[in-house]
């Protein structure tokens, strides 16, 4: 078990996603840079999809209950075990009772941390992603004990990643959507020549954009929507979808970010400025 | 059995959009539907596949799509549906609705409203059969068709913060349940007291798109015992199948 301290800002666990239930009006939910998080697991030699913690922002305070191995991904949160800083994209081998913490962000904002065997928490429709009302819970709290297998030994054939972070600049790359050909010339010069700034109005459901463009009188009826999904609301606001979006929406959907274009937003927090650019 | 003309459009690196004619009618989610059925039986599980109202969206479960060749094995796909053989099998429910005030906080406003009896209103909503246009927005979320435009009223001018979960609500062309608590704008006239989504079943969500909803009206002594029927998961609702459309 790892016991959960203090919860930090917003930690779920997640793997990679729910899939098969769309149709029901569930979101497929899962890891929000998958790049990230498929990196750590890769570095422990875990499946792909092994579960791991997603910690947004500010990380939490966790204490080890037997030995096990750690590899911490993404944005760089300063952790460090019992007081001593560690690393990030390295393996590490932690001992009963050791606690983890994290210090001040320094770049992007969401942080994976990844276990040997990964988290064993229980599948609700195949999945162990954190979304309520399919998981009983949100996301994790204080006093949470999440499950895990002992491992005490363990060589791994790769101990550290030498990477650079994938998600800075903030480019955002597209495709068009299915509602593209609504955009007029105006409406296109003002989405490729500036750069948007990331709102307050960000989390693992959807960024909504800063500064609105032109907004359009189309009305559509409600169709399907992806994670990714760029929609612009009839007042010109960009609204980009994430992995809790809704399965439907009745927006017009302008663009679908590329898989890693999802990766690159999914490590930015307000204030933060991306950009897009049109895939050939 | 009527088959529509079908535009398929990309839709990013992982799906492809079908679009039937801009419109709402049962016809055109019969033939969305007979199609989905259809290409279930060619390619198996590998796409997740949406349909809503005159759209269907189809998602890969594997590697990036090449676009033309999804296209044409869509293509000969959509030109043999018709000749498919396969039965859809969609199921009319019956759900139980209590409309006492204490559910129905908005029942009289909407009553007055639209200048008829609290009584006539219930009638009328529990009349008529709704069609499952798509489920969406929250998990188990319906979006129903067939509302009689005598109970057309406009969302509320300010959305609530908190509606609770089960309440019954009208917004404009549309009545439908709320899943589990949310924020909303829809007028609330009842309260459904059988869960809709359960995520502990292996199949959460009993209602399927292309299924009818009626609704009828119970006491509140009814109200309390499906409640508890549900919770300890004994409730049965009522549902009857509906005959397939042959062509």
């Given at each position: 078990m790892v016991k959960i301290l203090k919860a930090g800002f917003y930690s779920t666990l997640q793997d990679l996603g729910r899939l098969g239930f769309r149709d029901k009006g569930v979101p497929i939910s899962g890891v929000m840079d998958e790049v990230s998080a498929t990196r750590a697991n890769l570095l422990l030699e875990n499946e792909a999809g092994a579960t791991l913690m997603e910690m947004t922002m500010t990380g939490p305070t966790l204490q080890f209950e037997s030995h096990t191995y750690i590899c911490i991904s993404g944005a760089d949160m300063l952790p460090s075990i019992n007081g001593k800083a560690i690393t990030n994209y390295r393996v590490i081998k932690v001992a009963k009772n050791d606690v983890l913490t994290f210090g001040k962000l320094q770049n992007g904002f969401r942080s994976y941390l990844a276990v040997k065997g990964g988290f064993g928490t229980e599948k609700v429709l195949g999945s162990q992603s954190q979304y309520f009302p399919v998981t009983l819970a949100q996301c994790l709290k204080e006093g949470d004990e999440i499950p895990y297998k002992e491992t005490s030994n363990f060589a791994p054939a790769i101990t550290e990643l030498k990477t650079e972070a994938h998600f800075e600049p903030g480019l955002l790359k597209v495709n068009k959507g299915p509602e593209y050909e609504l955009l007029d010339d105006g409406q296109l010069a003002s989405i490729f020549s500036k750069s948007f700034t990331i709102s307050k109005q960000n989390n693992r459901m959807a960024y909504q954009l800063g500064e609105t463009i032109k907004g359009h009188d189309h009305s559509m009826l409600t169709s399907g929507t992806l994670p990714g999904t760029v929609q612009l609301t009839p007042s010109g606001r960009i609204i980009i979808l994430m992995k809790d979006g809704q399965t439907t929406g009745g927006y017009p959907r302008i663009f679908q970010l590329s898989k890693e274009s999802i990766c690159i937003l999914a490590q930015k927090k307000s204030r933060d400025i991306v950009s897009f650019e049109l895939l050939k | 059995m009527k088959s529509y003309p079908v535009n398929i459009k990309p839709y990013g690196e992982y799906a492809i959009l079908l679009e039937w004619p801009n419109e709402v009618a049962e016809d055109i989610l019969c033939d969305i539907l007979d199609f989905m059925e259809h290409f279930r039986t060619i390619s198996g599980t590998e796409w997740e596949m949406v349909p809503a109202y005159n759209s269907l969206m189809m998602v890969s479960?594997?590697?990036?799509?090449d676009f033309d060749r999804s296209k044409q094995l869509i293509n000969d796909s959509l030109f043999t549906r018709a000749t498919s053989r396969i039965k859809r099998e969609n199921h009319l429910w019956h759900i139980p609705v209590c409309y006492d005030a204490e559910f129905g906080i908005d029942l009289e406003e909407v009553a007055e409203h639209l200048n008829i009896s609290v009584n006539t209103l219930i009638e009328q909503h529990t009349a008529h059969q709704y069609l499952v246009y798509g489920i969406g927005f929250l998990p188990g979320f319906m979006y129903l068709g067939g509302l009689p435009s005598s109970l057309e009223i406009p969302r509320r001018a300010e959305p609530r913060l908190h509606v609770a979960k089960g309440s019954v609500g009208l917004a404009g062309k549309q009545t439908g349940i709320y899943p589990q608590e949310s924020p909303g704008g829809w007028n609330i006239i009842g309260n459904c007291p059988i869960s809709l989504f359960n995520p502990k079943k292996e199949e959460p969500c009993l209602v399927n798109v292309g299924d009818k909803v009626q609704f009828h009206s119970i006491p509140r002594a009814e109200y309390d015992l499906h409640k508890i029927e549900a919770e300890v998961g004994i409730y049965k609702p009522k549902r009857i199948l509906l005959h397939g459309q042959d062509t």
């Open positions: - | 479960q594997g590697d990036v799509l």
